[in-house]
């Protein structure tokens, strides 16, 4: 489905044309064209490659989707693949970005994601200055709004972690719903990890050493960038680590409930096991016991054995088994 398609030259926005007379633009000096698609089929996929020329291999991918994150040249254009993250209802859902650029266009085909590049299409608009770039610069815009986007979800995340540790050590707390929450929540850091963790490797390419011709002006703005996924992959691997920990301790809490539940059963068995022997010893009908046709004998055993269940009932309530 198209989204918009717009002509640009020299920073600003010439007008909103249709696909069809994207070849009257792409030829003017210093003009390009923008073209958003959003779950593209084949034919709108076609179209746009015998338009722009675009390579066949980079078409495939966008047409395929579920990419790895990457950065592609082809000649003197570019392919990039990146993960859309978005949080609806708690949950995490995954989309992709396929973006090709060269010197006189820049084409971006979303899949399965709501939220679009509007803001960027806006900020881009009012940075003329910028825009004279041409399509270096829209890609570099596009990939800084995506990686920015990540960090609420890397927030949630957080908030999500640290409501879950207050939950360890509280009394009414189910260690089976804290272990499954904790789980749940590695799901999540998992594919935020996913998008996030090949980036720095595309992102580097951009600038230092052999830059595409594209990427030369801008490479201050895409370090920028990839400082900014140095930073969120910190993070990530900060929180797995503690999604880790919190995992172990919940865990250990379990074991060390199971333990006081065995204390707790042992203390109790020892309460009834001396009554049980004493009165196991005088059911034996053996005739020579001791006191067993004394009349008070009867009571003096029960006695007996309250006296000593007293007992060990202190002792073990001081030794906290009890």
Not at 31 to 46: I, M, N, P
Not at 141 to 166: G, K, N
Request: hydrophobic share 45%; aromatic share 8%.
């Amino acid at each position: 489905m198209l989204v918009s398609c717009t002509a640009y030259q020299n920073g600003h926005k010439l007008a909103d044309i249709a696909p069809g007379e994207i070849h009257d633009y792409v030829g003017r000096p210093d003009c390009f064209v923008w073209v958003a698609l959003k779950d593209a089929d084949a034919a709108e996929l076609e179209t746009m490659r015998t338009e722009f020329g675009l390579h066949p291999l980079a078409v495939e991918d966008a047409s395929h989707g579920h990419q790895r994150p990457k950065l592609e040249e082809y000649g003197d254009s570019l392919f990039a693949a990146l993960h859309l993250i978005e949080l609806a209802d708690g949950q995490v859902h995954e989309g992709e970005l396929a973006i090709f650029v060269g010197r006189h266009y820049v084409l971006t085909v979303r899949n399965r994601a709501e939220r679009g590049l509007t803001e960027v299409r806006r900020r881009s608009e009012t940075e003329p200055e910028l825009l004279r770039h041409g399509p270096g610069f829209v890609l570099y815009a596009i990939m800084d709004a995506v990686v920015d986007r990540y960090f609420p979800v890397l927030h949630a995340i957080e908030s999500e972690l640290e409501t879950i540790e207050e939950r360890l050590f509280a009394e009414k707390t189910s260690p089976s719903a804290n272990i499954r929450d904790l789980y749940t929540l590695k799901r999540k850091l998992v594919i935020l990890k996913h998008a996030v963790g090949p980036l720095p490797e595309a992102l580097a390419r951009l600038y230092g050493g052999r830059v595409p011709p594209l990427a030369v002006p801008l490479q201050d703005y895409f370090r920028d960038v990839h400082d900014h996924v140095q930073r969120l992959n910190q993070a990530l691997d900060t929180l797995r680590d503690t999604i880790a920990t919190a995992l172990s301790v919940n865990l250990s809490l379990i074991n060390l409930q199971e333990s006081e539940t065995m204390k707790r059963l042992a203390a109790y068995a020892a309460l009834i096991a001396v009554p049980t022997m004493i009165a196991g010893i005088y059911g034996m009908n053996f005739e020579a016991m001791p006191e067993l046709h004394w009349r008070y004998g009867y009571p003096v055993v029960l006695a007996v054995m309250v006296a000593v269940d007293i007992w060990l009932y202190l002792r073990l309530r001081k030794a906290r088994w009890i």
